[in-house]
Nanobody
């Protein structure tokens, strides 16, 4: 069984910064995609940033130039560095691992973290 554990959410003032981290655990052989999504109150969950294995990061237009996604394949971790935060960035942020291949049992699947709250407010 694969588990994703997120950390780093909290309350920050507009213009501030936060760093979210997510660690995947289990008998993981590889992870094709690591991504961050968010769901703001009254809105659908939306993709914030993703990083494919061996590829380049991609970002939602609303966060380009402010957020940076990074991944460490050796540690099976993904981080989201957020700068110049705005009140509209307030949401629950979810870590997503797609195309996860595990060895015990041998299977391929997608997994979600439990979510971490980010609140941008003065």
């Amino acid at each position: 069984q694969v588990q994703l554990v997120e950390s780093g959410g909290g309350l920050v003032q507009p213009g501030g910064s936060l760093r979210l981290s997510c660690a995947a655990s289990g008998s993981i052989f590889s992870i094709a995609v690591l991504a961050w999504y968010r769901r703001a109150p009254g809105h659908e969950r939306e993709l914030v940033a993703l990083f494919t294995n061996g590829g380049s990061p991609n970002y939602a237009d609303s966060v380009k130039g402010r957020f940076t996604i990074s991944r460490d394949n050796a540690k099976n971790t993904v981080s989201l560095q957020m700068h110049s935060l705005k009140p509209e960035d307030t949401a629950v942020y979810y870590c997503h691992a797609g195309g996860v291949v595990t060895t015990t049992p041998f299977r391929r699947g997608d997994y979600w973290g439990q979510g971490t709250q980010v609140t941008v407010s003065s």
